[in-house]
């Protein structure tokens, strides 16, 4: 598989936990990053190993900031530069309240087929806190209109650990999003970023952090009531009906080559990672050329690095780590280290082994602690 991610940097305002690349700059700048984000696509179409697309993921900042006759500027290079295959998943991340009447009228002419909308909560004034700017009526307009348009696929994104969130106000925020007919759900722990005012407000104790205990038992309501909702947990942080798994996301736990577009994008192509520089300014005054310009970073793969990012990717989804793949990849002698590590998790039930087919996979319990497991099995070192 090969996929596209173009970063769409512009946000109407920024939310207290965000760290993501934006910038809240106005038409002419938007205007401006559309030739520019053109003129990259059509250099750097050879960065894949061929020219077929089996997915589209437009995120930032906030593409729905962009008009549709803009989206549409970028698809028509998308598809003259790339032959993007019929099934392709091709994802647009919106704001509810960007999601007009006319917004999504003009997406059935656009070759959108998912919308992932950053709903966070359908609290208002938790909405309000967080410096969002919908409000939860907004969001619930915004998944009926995107239905009655034929987009189908829509996948909400909650957040779970807010300053003063109750079990019961987090309870009802999941049974909210499942009562609407979205085929996926993402759902996140609040994460505070250094740099972020949420972070600095923590600092100057004027919110207090969510306590352990009661964020792990967010995170057992949130895997019962999908679970009883009939959803596929097939990642720590993603739940889908059957059939409905993010392919684009996916792909990126599959080892799939991508190749980033915009500022701050990430391409990935089995040998290298790089990354573009988080700068509006200079990405527009080189028009998009970001190699000849020196706006680009990149970074090797070593063999270890490989073998560690194997396991990242791995153990965080419901398919789990393939351990005769492991060993064609790297080798028996790494293979027979991660499960002589794997040994205290697989004694304490956090860990489960199919013996069979060969799988380790994370069980209920094991996904609470997840990252302590996964961080103990990525300190092996290689031979």
Not at 241 to 253: C, E, F, V
Not at 320 to 348: E, I
């Amino acid at each position: 598989m090969n996929g596209l991610y173009i970063h769409v940097p512009f946000c109407q305002k920024r939310c207290i936990y965000c760290d993501f690349y934006s910038t809240t700059c106005g038409e002419v700048e938007k205007s401006q990053y559309v030739h520019s984000l053109r003129h990259e696509i059509e250099l750097r179409a050879d960065y894949l190993p061929s020219r077929i697309l089996h997915t589209i993921y437009i995120g930032g900042g906030t593409p729905s900031q962009l008009s549709p006759t803009e989206l549409e500027e970028i698809f028509n290079t998308i598809f003259r530069t790339f032959q993007v295959t019929e099934d392709a998943e091709i994802t647009l991340e919106a704001n509810p309240d960007d999601v007009t009447e006319d917004f999504a009228s003009a997406l059935r002419k656009l070759p959108v087929n998912r919308v992932s909308m950053g709903v966070q909560t359908f609290d208002d004034p938790l909405l309000h806190l967080l410096n969002r700017r919908h409000t939860a009526k907004e969001a619930l307009t915004a998944v009926e209109r995107l239905m009655r348009n034929d987009i189908q696929n829509i996948s909400l994104d909650l957040i779970y650990g807010l300053p003063k969130q109750t079990l019961e106000q987090w309870q009802h925020d999941v049974n909210e999003a499942l009562q609407l007919p979205i085929r996926h759900l993402s759902a996140y722990a609040l994460i505070y970023e250094e740099g972020t005012p949420l972070f600095l407000m923590r600092e100057e104790g004027k919110i207090r952090e969510t306590d352990e205990d009661t964020s792990i038992e967010m995170y057992r309501i949130l895997m019962d009531t999908t679970q009883s909702a009939g959803m596929e947990h097939y990642e720590i942080s993603n739940f889908a009906y059957p059939g409905w798994r993010a392919r684009h996301n996916s792909g990126y736990w599959q080892n799939m080559y991508y190749l980033g577009c915009g500022p701050a994008a990430h391409s990935y192509n089995g040998k290298s990672r790089q990354w573009n520089s988080s700068d509006l300014n200079n990405y527009l005054a080189a028009q998009g050329n970001v190699i000849n310009t020196n706006q680009i970073e990149q970074e090797w793969l070593t063999p270890e690095m490989k073998f560690n990012e194997t396991i990242l990717k791995s153990i965080r989804t419901s398919d789990g780590l393939d351990l005769k793949q492991l060993r064609n990849n790297f080798g028996r002698t790494r293979a027979q280290q991660l499960l002589t590590t794997s040994q205290k998790y697989l004694d304490k039930q956090l860990l489960n082994l199919d013996n069979e087919n060969q799988i380790l996979r994370l069980t209920r319990n094991g996904l609470f602690v997840s990252d302590g497991i996964i961080s103990d099995l990525m300190e092996i070192e290689p031979e």
